[in-house]
Structure formats: C-alpha cells, structure tokens
C-alpha cells in the first residue's frame, strides 16, 4: 500500500500502514460482497477492528470511504499496467497486447474483489460520486492502449491511416468483455472462458489477437 496515494483524512494518512491496509481491505470487502448502497459501516468497522467513530474521523461518510476504495483500486492497476508496459516496451504491438490479456487474467486472479467492485461499476453503474468517475476509468483503459496503437504506427507495424481512438475504444471495449467472461460465470457459457485453464485460454489469446491483427495490421 505505500505506493499508492493515500486518500482520506490527515488522521488516515498519519496511520500506520499495516492498519491503513486493514480498514482497506475490510472496505473492499464490505463493497464487494454488497454493494455501495447495501454496504454495512457495522460490519465493515469490526471487520477492520476499529470503533465506528474511528472510522467516520479517517473518512468523513460513506461516500468518501467508496471513493477512497475506487482510487487505491485505480491507483493498483495503472501501476500494474506501468509495469506490463515498461516491461514489453520492446517487443511487437501483438506481443505486447497478448502480455496485456495475460496480465489481466493474473490480476483478476491475484485481486478478486477488486475486480467484482470494478465491473459491478461498469455493469451497474451504482456510485455515489456519478458516472463522470466511471467514465474516466474508462478514458484512462484507452489512453494506455492508444499509446501502444501510436507506438506501433511509428514503428510500421500498424496502418497509419487508423483512428486511433476510436481503435482504442474498440479495444478496450474487447479486452474489457474479455475479462468479463473471464471473471463472469455466464457470459460465454460453455466457450472454456470462464476461470479458463491455460490450454482454453491460450486459445482464447491466439483467437482475438488473429482478429484484432486481421483489422489492423499494415499489410
């Protein structure tokens, strides 16, 4: 948690981290398995092992603890796919995506709850801070894949001729259902998508990277 800005009140900040991660992970908890408006202070404060009045001094309502849970969360995956980016940098536009979906389908696994918040805001759209949030997670899901489309422009590799946001939205867009049905038992029933074994989900790579080279590629 010490790489991530820390939200919150003074008294938050001031905290130890261990007990910074506590109340963290007990909100995340709490969110998950609930929801926003379903959400309990209750039991998310002896969850985290602090009185509720702790609580309401570290973040002033409930709708400031959410968002706190959305930004960290946010805060988590841009420096996950920093690093996908910063490791690949040399590699192919279609090895650097494939890194891109395998990276997705680790951090599903290694933050489950995280990712049960994050596309229950996309599905539902239950917030308490609006769509504008929602919708900036999105713009920066494409603004990450827009620099990959221009890097492989200026390489060759992709038409120059493409636009690039729109290709970016397109993108994201697929990627993102892609990790859907990944995490989501019913959205590609009986396709060996969901919570896929290696062998189901190389074949799910090879399959959308031959369609996304297929529209894309400089020929």
Do not use: C
Request: without cysteine; neutral net charge; charged residues 30%.
């Amino acid at each position: 948690m010490h790489d991530d800005p820390i939200p919150g009140t003074e008294l938050f900040r001031n905290l130890n981290p261990e007990k910074q991660e506590k109340v963290f992970q007990a909100a995340v908890d709490e969110f998950a398995s609930k929801g926003y408006r379903s959400a309990s202070m209750n039991s998310l404060v002896r969850a985290a092992g602090i009185s509720k009045g702790s609580l309401f001094q570290y973040f002033h309502a409930k709708e400031d603890l959410f968002a706190a849970v959305v930004d960290m969360a946010a805060a988590r995956v841009k420096r996950y796919l920093k690093r996908v980016r910063d490791e690949t940098a040399e590699l192919t536009f279609f090895e650097r995506l494939e890194w891109l979906m395998r990276a997705g389908f680790a951090f599903i696994d290694n933050h489950p709850l995280l990712a049960k918040i994050y596309f229950h805001l996309l599905q539902s759209g239950e917030a308490p801070f609006g769509s504008e949030r929602i919708a900036e997670l999105r713009r920066q899901g494409e603004g990450f894949l827009a620099d990959l489309v221009r890097s492989a422009q200026r390489r060759g590799e992709l038409r120059e001729s493409l636009d690039t946001e729109r290709i970016s939205f397109l993108l994201n867009s697929l990627l993102e259902t892609l990790l859907r049905a990944y995490y989501t038992e019913f959205l590609a029933p009986g396709l060996g998508l969901y919570r896929g074994d290696a062998d189901s989900l190389d074949r799910w790579v090879r399959t959308t990277l031959d369609l996304i080279r297929n529209g894309l590629e400089e020929r």
